[in-house]
């Protein structure tokens, strides 16, 4: 118990913990396995979907996965031990400059939930996070996440005093022999990416996000051009990240006007961003790309094609998610996910899919 400084464990049963189990920091390769031992037990309890790549977590490989973990910043992986083995383990990501984000995870085996251990390395996380922001003068984020599946994750947030900021839902197309045909857009011409159109896609895609139909105000002229520099890397990086052959690009003469940057692994494909210019949505642009992408998609192998959006608590009819309305996908009339907002409110999320063969993630926020 010597990781756990007691006030974390205040209001826990200390004594049991501390007879039952050990702390260790992560120690290396060697640790992996164990680790995804953890998430292979949560698998069926929590309901994880093996293909999902909004919750990518539990299912990457194994090299993916050993990445992932040492990318974490120094001594915040925490693993708890019983008689030589791991039943738990929790890690953090970091990232920002302006603005530090803290996303803990904290993944406890079915057998030993209701202990208080989950509780336990949670606060511990939260106790690092802060530690490793100390000094620092830019403000911090301390972020959680959980799938609708994960229930005891989502109780135990909740109980630590986070709330929900907004929730990740995932659409699942998987019906490949029924693909409707391409349709065509008066005006628009449609090409797969090139390397040579990588900056033009960035700042298109970067645009389109920036001016999303919910945002008061426009950027225009000189600040336009000047927010598209600051986001110009990361979707440069989004852009190249995409396998050319899936992903589609919708041109009006020589500008990019939209796109779908997708990619598969396996046998699943993602649909990994999707946007289109402002001016000329609701006109079957994204329709357009979306058959585009499942074609190819299709052609390429894949069994089924996944994306995920992101929806605040006021913005189930706005933002990305009308992007996404495309009629190949299935809309089920009935048993779609909600959540639960700080204020109690009841979020109603259209699900393109049944809601066993979908994530939702909920992105919750601790002040």
Sequence with gaps: MSLLEPFIVAGLDIASLRARFTFRHYQGLD?????????????V???????????????LPVDAYARLVQAAPPQATLLAVEEGQVVAHAWMEAWGHEERAYLWHVWVMPHVR???????????????????????????????????????????????????????????????????????????TFRNLEPSAHRAVARALGEANLNPPEQGGR???????RQLDLVEAEWLER???????LSP?????????????????????EIAQ?????SLRGLGVAQALAARSLSALKASGCVTARLYTSIGPDEAETG??????????????EGSPSAVSQDNAIIDLIVFAPPHQSETMLCCIKE
């Excluded at 009006?252 to 396996?266: D, F, I, K, Q, T």
């Design 114 to 188: 209701g202990l208080g251990l989950g509780t336990a390395m949670h606060r511990w996380g939260e106790v690092r996070a802060r530690g490793l922001h100390r000094g620092d003068p830019h403000p911090a984020l301390h972020l959680a996440n959980a799938t609708e599946g994960e229930q005891d994750a989502v109780a135990l947030l909740y109980n630590e005093g986070y709330h929900l900021s907004f929730v990740s839902p995932e659409l699942v197309f998987d019906d490949f022999d029924a693909l409707p045909p391409v349709p065509s857009v008066a005006g628009l």
């Design 239 to 245: 852009v190249q990240s995409a396998e050319p052959s």
């Design 31 to 43: 640790d992996i396995g164990a680790m995804r031992a953890v998430h292979d037990a949560c698998r």
């Design 45 to 59: 309890h929590d309901q994880i979907d093996p293909y999902s790549v909004c919750y990518s977590i539990p299912n």
């Design 320 to 333: 990305p998610w009308p992007l996404c309305h495309v009629p190949q996908i299935r809309v089920p009339t």
């Design 219 to 225: 950027w225009q002229g000189e600040e336009l051009e």
């Design 249 to 269: 690009v919708a041109w009006e003469g020589n500008v990019v006007v939209g796109g779908y940057l997708c990619r598969r692994s396996g046998q699943v494909g």
């Design 274 to 278: 999707v946007a289109v210019r402002e």
